[in-house]
């Protein structure tokens, strides 16, 4: 009888066996891990992030990542508030720095499906290289900053910036809460066991909440204790264990004592006193005064009302003289009521995803408790600080509707596993 094997079509998974291909998808992970971690340069407006991130995507897609229906709310709240940017800017079109604006956020927003989509598949695997690229960057920068800050190399105008540690970026805020996630990532693994050099990891926690402490970003500081409190509450809820709930509170203890240590320690040196003191006051000068920040939103308000289309992009500076510092009424001046609205039904559907992800029992659980807090923290603090522009937020913007694709996909096919299983029993 005559083979029918080479009639038969090629599996779909036999072209991963092809050596090329394979090498293409080795080459797309080193290229994922590097896009990452180059997020932690931003000295300039421009950084190795941008120059890797088009070959990146464009070799991603070339070897075939989805849409799953999971990340469709987020392309469509994402182009829409694309929408209402572009509106809002059609009146300042000859204005170059308000175009350049708003192209950049287009680039963005495209990062941001991007990442959505890359780990709506092979999520774990994927989700792990990126969390420890992540975490890799977060202690580089970390080291820079601290390098900069006790001004040991000579070299410290790089990696310091109004007396206070910036490592790898322009605004030491930016950099203090950057570091976030990556304190959580390690947090994590040691709080569960899962890490394998706990040593190593203590170590490089230890250098990444110096980095954070030693930016005085006053958000960074209460961001990083309102996520961190949030991750370990949903680590000891969700765990079965009695014995992983008595390491989680006994490391929690052991941390938080070493923390409180630390400080004291870092507050014993007169230069760190004197910025802390500084720091620590709930307002700074620039905040207040009618022609403050707080002044000026209150003013910027009364005027949005009045103006559905917004100010345009970038078009609140030229009134006030400063940002507004608060993304959600930035949101309003830059897009107008349709952005504003548009940017907050962005972030309540974020967080209903997000605290999902964190309760139920699935597969990507432990990593959504780890970029979820980190992402939460982002979206609090953008009540005073201007958040559109910063990469690492659309990186986990879309690492978290990529989880939850990921965990519709699961289910449905938990789903089709049940009913495939049933169709099998045969009734008494």
């Known amino acids: 009888m005559p083979s029918t094997a080479a009639a038969l079509p090629l599996r779909a998974g036999a072209w991963a066996e092809i050596p ?203 961001g990083t204790v309102v996520a961190t409190g949030v991750m370990i509450l949903s680590v000891y809820r969700t765990s079965a264990s009695a014995r992983l709930r008595r390491r989680i509170v006994a490391l929690s203890l052991v941390t938080l004592a070493i923390g409180i240590v630390a400080v004291i320690g870092l507050l014993s040196i007169d230069q760190v006193h004197k910025m802390f003191e500084a720091r620590a006051s709930v307002t700074q000068d620039y905040d207040e005064g009618e022609t403050g920040r707080f002044g000026n939103q209150l003013r910027g308000m009364a005027l949005l009302l009045e103006m559905p289309f917004g100010m345009g992009p970038m078009h609140w500076r030229l009134i006030f003289k400063l940002e507004p510092h608060n993304s959600y009424i930035g949101s309003f001046a830059n897009g107008g009521w349709l952005g504003g609205a548009t940017f907050i039904v962005l972030v309540l559907a974020t967080a209903f995803i997000g605290f999902r992800l964190m309760s139920r029992d699935t597969p990507f659980r432990a990593h959504a408790q780890i970029v979820w807090p980190a992402l939460m923290m982002f979206f609090l603090q953008a009540v005073q600080i201007d958040i559109e522009k910063w990469r690492h937020v659309y990186m986990m913007l879309g690492m978290v509707w990529g989880l939850e694709a990921a965990r519709l996909h699961w289910l449905s096919r938990r789903g089709h596993s049940a009913e495939d299983g049933n169709e099998h029993l045969t009734p008494y």
Request: with cysteine.
């Open 20 to 222: 090329v291909l394979a090498a293409f998808r080795g080459l797309a992970k080193v290229m994922l891990a590097a896009f990452i971690f180059f997020a932690c340069f931003a000295f300039s407006e421009t950084s190795p992030y941008d120059v890797i991130a088009l070959p990146t995507m464009a070799l991603w897609l070339a070897l075939g990542v989805r849409l799953h229906r999971g990340v469709m709310p987020l392309v469509g709240l994402l182009l829409l508030y694309l929408v209402a940017i572009g509106t809002s800017l059609m009146p300042y079109l000859a204005e170059p720095f308000p175009v350049t604006w708003t192209i950049q956020l287009v680039y963005l927003v495209l990062t941001s499906i991007m990442f959505a989509m890359i780990f709506s598949d092979d999520t774990e695997s994927r989700m792990e290289l990126a969390l420890k690229a992540y975490t890799v960057s977060c202690v580089f920068s970390a080291f820079l900053g601290l390098i900069g800050y006790l001004q040991i190399l000579g070299i410290e105008d790089l990696f310091y910036k109004y007396d206070r540690a910036s490592g790898t970026f322009q605004d030491p805020n930016v950099f203090g809460s950057f570091l976030t996630l990556g304190a959580l990532y390690l947090m994590h693994r040691l709080l569960t066991g899962t890490t394998r050099r706990p040593v190593m990891a203590f170590v490089a926690l230890l250098i990444i909440l110096a980095g954070i402490f030693l930016s005085f970003s006053r958000g960074s500081w209460g």
